[in-house]
């Protein structure tokens, strides 16, 4: 990955301070925001301000080691700063297989030092970052603190763990980290029940998204209210002691004892904890953040990195119709998957859970009725790759062996499941196995997972994440909000990094008719619902989930499908309100792509595409049908000219969206 720095980086001071300077700024490049350190005789405290408003209230962070047997806390009360350094850096990166080229990254950046290590700040325009840095010696951190303060009790987008009970945290320790959110202010909020992140903070004027960055050998963050104030404290799971292998199907590591500690030799670079902060909520929908808080590429020739559309047998339960042989996992039907694929272009068919001997944790166990490497040699000969889901426990144990006999096979890559925890030793795990997958040039999608935290930006063989609550639900859940969260997580979830929600149902139901139907699936909301999604959801490795059945009687939204791009030269968040509404506007090449969606309220959207070059410009548009309101699959297909003042307007049906692609005449 090639790298231009813009000019070069600039160290603007260092200096020792005297013992009374104990306040400390650094103020974003465009000098709207402002965030503050004050080392005093009671602790270390942060602060943010934006246009002189306060986002965060002075708020305590400080760290709790074991040092030689000793327990001390780093940056608290009575710290100083022996040495000050402050450096403003502007570069340009150029990026591969992310929803934008290049990656400008821009930022004022203040560190303090002292024996205890470092304290480092940065400020954004977009919002501010920062973490503590551990001297060599340190070998065990016992505890993280972030007090995180508002000056008002605003209300806040907070998902919980979906696992254990309320006041018991390791019961909740383990979980998918897929929840709605619950929208309470942050003085009723569970204190008793663990916020996974991103959080989203809704203020009067602005909105602040809470999560970490470059996370590598060290526990994930969760967040906890105490019930009773406008504050969210820092959480982590304590080291795994002792594991044994249990959950689904036998493929989880499940925890029985834990250490008194959360990470033994961490990073010495600890996690950045980070507030994405705007007064535009599609720029949060758009935002690169967490990817530019982590290192450039690891991977020196990133070409053999192919992002696409997979198509996918889990969701749509192996049904096919009108073929000669039993539909199931066998190589009859991956065979016919694959020449779905291979005639729309899409890139990959995966091979779900069920291709292996099940209960047995042993990917080298294939069930008789699949002979992988014919699958493997017909994808090569029909321009489609395999990838193979894996169970964590099945691909962990053996992983070294496993990766190498399949990288090959040629298989391409593979969707790894049920980590459900994000304790130090998984988190590691992810490293190690997205650095594995990239030495056997196999891609990964991790599923049953924690949000993302910015390793794509470090190894962009790691095209895709759960941790999120999506399409699949509707097999089993008929709870309509799932459309209100359709519009909630572009603006939270979707800040930390991509999402394999696992769009694209071809039966979509109105509010009034859906049902849920294992083997026969629907979503909720319209067919352009559906079609938005793949506008307006960041997915390198992004899902069709239907039966091919169903889209060969669908040509007209499957060519649409196949048509758009999953990376982006250029991503632009138009317009939106959380909870509401989204409208994204992405670009590769010459040729820009848009996508809209709404909650339960129909709407009329404007594309203001004013941006634009001059030129005449045709558009193709697949908006809700009239009655799509009430019949979930009503769509309209138009191709029109842009008009004059480039502004596109689009009457959206309650639960629906749309999809256009622009081109230049």
């Known amino acids: 990955m090639k790298k231009f720095r813009s000019y070069l980086i600039m160290m603007l001071s260092v200096c020792s301070l005297p013992a009374w300077a104990k306040v400390y700024e650094v103020t974003s490049p465009d000098r709207l925001l402002t965030a503050t350190i004050d080392l005093n005789k009671e602790g270390t405290y942060l602060s943010i301000h934006s246009k002189g408003e306060q986002i965060l209230a002075s708020s305590p962070v400080s760290l709790t080691v074991e040092h030689d047997g000793k327990t001390m806390t780093y940056w608290g009360a009575g710290s100083k700063a022996k040495r000050v350094r402050r450096k403003l850096v502007d570069e340009t990166r150029q990026v591969s297989h992310y929803k934008r080229s290049s990656v400008r990254d821009h930022y004022n950046e203040l560190r303090l030092e002292s024996k205890q290590g470092a304290l480092i700040l940065r400020a954004y325009d977009d919002g501010v970052a920062y973490r503590f840095v551990l001297p060599d010696a340190v070998c065990l951190v016992l505890q993280e603190q972030g007090e995180f303060r508002f000056a008002a009790d605003y209300p806040a987008y907070v998902p919980y763990a979906n696992a254990g009970k309320s006041g018991d945290y390791e019961s909740q ?77 036998q493929l989880e590591m499940l925890v029985t004892e834990r250490e008194n500690f959360i990470a033994r030799n961490p990073q010495q670079e600890l996690p950045w904890r980070v507030f994405g902060i705007s007064r535009n909520d599609a720029d949060l929908a758009a935002s690169d953040l967490v990817y530019r808080l982590n290192p450039s590429s690891q991977i020196t020739d990133p070409s053999w990195i192919k992002p696409g559309k997979v198509a996918w047998e889990w969701w749509n339960d192996w049904n096919l119709e009108q073929v000669n042989f039993r539909a199931g996992i066998n190589n009859e039907t991956y065979k016919y998957y694959i020449d779905f694929a291979s005639r729309h272009g899409i890139e990959y068919v995966i091979l779900d859970e069920g291709w292996s001997v099940n209960l047995k944790a042993d990917l080298m166990q294939v069930v008789p009725e699949i002979d992988l490497k014919e699958l493997v040699a017909y994808g090569r000969e029909h321009q489609v790759g395999i990838i193979l889901w894996a169970g964590y426990w099945a691909f962990h144990r053996d992983m070294e062996r496993v990766v190498k006999h399949y990288a090959d096979m040629g298989v391409k890559g593979f969707k790894i499941d049920f980590m459900n925890r994000d304790d130090q030793d998984m988190v590691r795990f992810y490293n190690e196995a997205a650095a594995l997958c990239a030495r056997h040039h196999m891609l990964v999608d991790f599923h049953g997972a924690y949000k993302p935290t910015g390793m794509s930006a470090t190894w962009p063989n790691v095209l895709n994440y759960e941790g999120v609550n999506g399409l699949e639900q509707m097999k089993w859940s008929d709870d309509a909000n799932q459309i209100q969260y359709d519009v909630e997580i572009p603006f939270i979830r979707q800040f930390a ?81 959380v909870g509401e509404y989204i409208c994204m506007a992405r670009r590769k090449g010459d040729t820009w792509y848009l996508g809209a969606l709404t909650n339960w309220t129909g709407r009329d959207v404007t594309f203001d595409l004013s941006f634009l070059p001059e030129g005449n410009y045709e558009v193709e548009l697949f908006a809700d049908g009239i009655n799509a309101d009430r019949i979930g699959t009503d769509y309209r297909r138009e191709v029109m000219p842009l008009v004059a003042d480039k502004q596109l307007k689009v009457r959206l049906q309650p639960g629906g969206g749309c999809a256009a692609i622009v081109r230049k005449k």
């Open 497 to 577: 990094g991509q999402m394999d929600y696992t769009q694209g149902a071809m039966r979509n139901g109105a509010r009034r008719n859906f049902a849920t139907a294992y083997s026969e699936p629907m979503s909720y909301g319209t067919r352009c619902h559906q079609l938005g999604m793949y506008v307006v959801y960041d997915s390198p490795l992004n899902m069709l989930c239907d039966s091919p059945s169903k889209y060969m009687r669908e040509q007209e939204c499957t060519e649409f499908i196949s048509a758009i791009p999953v990376v982006w030269d250029e991503t632009r968040g138009l317009d939106g309100q």
């Open 173 to 249: 320790y383990r979980n998918s980290f897929e929840k709605y959110y619950t929208y309470k202010k942050l003085s009723e909020q569970d204190p008793g029940r663990l916020g996974f992140v991103p959080i989203l903070v809704d203020g009067d004027t602005w909105k602040v998204c809470i999560t970490e960055a470059d996370l590598r050998n060290y526990p994930g963050m969760f967040l906890v209210g105490d019930g009773k104030n406008p504050v969210l404290k820092t959480h982590f799971a304590p080291l795994p002691k002792q594991v044994k292998q249990g959950g689904h199907n």
